[in-house]
């Protein structure tokens, strides 16, 4: 109940802060306006027939990169969100107010970043909202259950990577120098524009090492072709892999890093 | 209650390999030396000292906001290093700075979100921010954005904040340096009640011997990283200035 409240209290403060900046905060849903008619008119471009590499996943450009954009979107944010919100409480001069009350710094860290994980999945909706409304965009129902769970962990994975990131702010004192370099590689090697199988095989083999890359493999499978949980199992199986090494470490990096810095006595410094 | 042990505080180097990235200063500073304090319950206890004494260090120590080199601290019974969380609910700090706030955010929204973070509901928060507020006179300043603060009402805030969690140890870095003669006057007169009232232990960081005379039953005088003198009060406030002036070599 306690973690509840701590949550409710950044959200609330987050809310109220992203009311009083209306049209940046506007702005972030707006875009995926101009977006998801681009990703339709290069979908035009590409016919089904011409690409086998699309076919596993329905043979659609247009939903194939959707789902892509969406899926990276909302992942790349959830990892940026933490390191972000860390730096933002630095520059401001309030992380040492927030860290000195008795939520843990992990609790602060998460809570802080929450408002704009919310944002980052309200937008990858919309992406997939407007491309059903709009563009034709064929979701399966029967997948949604199993795009759930997938997100879920991907979500958790993309936050740990956001964490470990986040504990090189607190010792660097520098803006998020890891998010940045992941979701490029991401981008390159996870599928987002393309499928994987168009790359050379050593990028195809490197791709596999990519979190990005299972993440939107399932939600293609569940969201296009209405794949269940079974049918996603060694996916799904790799993220919670990813998760279990990734959330472990990047909680003792971020503990490692704010002992660090109180070693250092520059936690409220930027 | 406070207690401390040979405390002592160098900022070194860090550690390979982040000496290669992370910016600091190359040859250690040793910011205290074998501080030994006791501080009882309902006790206000002044630190008094120039600049660059270690006065703020040594209360971001006890508010677990810096990790001692050495010695052994005791906030409220709580181990500082091995208990932190525990000295954190039991620690208010006020740390005199104009920043630490959400500027965009009025007084109110700042102290329920930092109530929030004590774990209290909606309501409770909201119940404790407005407690808070009044008893820093800020009740009629409660929904004004914090921009538009002067810099006393500012500190007081940040007072406010310390009072949240109605905390058994106080910590106050220059309290008072930005408030007018009222406010610094009304603010004493708060930190003596919570102190006789509510026995909440006070640690009271100033650069003013007038200041430490007026509210505080011991003072320490603290120069170089070193407790120099430890004085009794009530004294006659010439009687502190002039041992204070002596400690420092002033």
């Known amino acids: 109940m306690v973690l509840l409240h701590r949550f409710a209290a950044f959200l609330k403060r987050d809310y109220l802060l992203a009311r009083a900046s209306r049209l940046a905060f506007g702005w972030q849903l707006l875009s995926v306006f101009f977006a998801a008619p681009i990703l339709f008119y290069m979908g035009r471009l590409i016919q089904p027939a011409t690409s086998r590499h699309l076919a596993p996943f329905g043979g659609d450009y247009f939903a194939f990169v959707t789902i892509g954009v969406a899926v990276f979107g909302f992942l790349a944010a959830t990892m940026a969100a933490p390191a972000a919100a860390i730096r933002h409480e630095q520059m401001i001069g309030t992380l040492e107010a927030v860290l000195i009350t008795p939520a843990s710094p992990h609790v602060v860290v998460l809570g802080a970043s929450l408002w704009n994980i919310i944002v980052a999945i309200l937008q990858g909706a919309l992406y997939l909202v407007l491309g059903v409304l709009i563009f034709g965009l064929e979701i399966r129902g029967t997948g949604l259950l199993a795009a759930a769970l997938v997100s879920l962990v991907a979500v958790g994975t993309f936050a740990a990577l956001g964490m470990l990131s986040t504990a090189l702010v607190v010792i660097l004192r520098h803006g998020d120098p890891l998010s940045g370099l992941i979701a490029a590689g991401s981008a390159l090697l996870g599928g987002v524009f393309y499928p994987t199988t168009v790359l050379p095989q050593p990028l195809q083999r490197l791709s596999e090492f990519v979190p990005l890359t299972h993440a939107l493999r399932a939600l293609r499978l569940a969201l296009l072709q209405g794949h269940g949980v079974s049918a996603l199992q060694e996916e799904l199986s790799i993220l919670l892999l990813f998760l279990g090494v990734l959330g472990p470490l990047a909680t003792f990096a971020l503990w490692w890093a704010i002992r660090q810095a109180k070693t250092a006595g520059t936690l409220g410094a930027y | ?250």
């Not at chain 2, 600049?51 to 052994?72: D, F």
């Not at chain 2, 039953?217 to 170089?224: E, F, G, H, Q």
């Not at chain 2, 502190?240 to 002596?246: D, G, I, K, M, N």
């Open chain 2, 1 to 250: 209650m406070i207690e401390t042990w040979g405390l002592g505080k160098t900022f070194g180097p860090p550690p390979w390999p982040l000496g290669l990235v992370v910016p600091s200063a190359r040859r250690p500073v040793r910011a205290l030396h074998d501080v030994t304090l006791r501080l009882d319950q309902g006790e206000i206890v002044g630190l008094l000292g120039p600049n660059g004494a270690g006065k703020t260090t040594l209360l971001r120590i006890l508010a677990t906001l810096v990790l001692p080199s050495e010695g052994r601290v005791r906030v409220n019974e709580a181990d500082i290093v091995r208990d932190s969380a525990s000295v954190r609910r039991a620690v208010g700090l006020a740390a005199g700075q104009e920043r630490g706030f959400y500027w965009r955010l009025t007084g109110m929204e700042n102290l329920e979100f930092f109530a929030g973070l004590l774990g209290l509901s909606g309501a409770q928060a909201r119940r404790r921010a407005a407690e808070a507020l009044s008893a820093m006179d800020l009740e009629d300043h409660a929904h004004q954005t914090v921009e538009r603060y002067s810099a006393g009402m500012r500190q007081r805030l940040g007072i406010a904040r310390a009072l949240l969690g109605k905390p058994r140890v106080l910590l106050l870095d220059e309290p008072t340096r930005s408030m007018d003669q009222n406010a610094a006057v009304r603010t004493h007169g708060i930190i003596r009640r919570l102190a006789t009232e509510s026995g909440v232990t006070v640690l009271l960081a100033t650069h003013q011997p007038s200041e430490a005379a007026a509210l505080c039953r011991r003072v320490a005088i603290l120069v170089n990283g070193a407790v120099r003198d430890v004085i009794p009060t009530p004294a006659p406030e010439g009687g502190l200035t002039e041992r204070y002036r002596s400690a420092v070599g002033a």
